[in-house]
């Protein structure tokens, strides 16, 4: 696998991508990351959320999504939005119950 790095060449696949160029630790915090955002949005019930991190998985197992400009650019908008939307949401309830 040394001359594919060497070369560039591109695996397709996310996951082996970031377990070929970051080691087990970028590929455990990618991991973490995608788990992270499923439970906040099983928490909060939030189905967009869920079908955005749904949609990063899968096509995650096809093409790496996150090695390009743009791939990059979308999954780290849009997954800080609906993380950061949901943590209001739940401040929000905690001031109710107060």
């Known amino acids: 696998l040394y001359i594919s790095y060497l070369n560039r060449f591109n695996a397709h696949i996310q996951y082996l991508t970031f377990f070929l160029t970051t080691g087990i630790i970028g590929l455990l915090v990618y991991l973490f990351t995608l788990a992270y955002g499923f439970k906040i949005a099983l928490r909060e019930r939030d189905l967009l959320f869920f079908i955005f991190l749904l949609l990063i998985t899968i096509v995650s197992l096809s093409e790496s999504l996150l090695n390009a400009e743009k791939g ?19 401040i929000k309830n905690r001031q109710k119950i107060r």
């Open 72 to 90: 990059a650019f979308f999954y780290s908008l849009f997954f800080s939005l609906f993380v950061f939307s949901s943590q209001g949401d739940l």
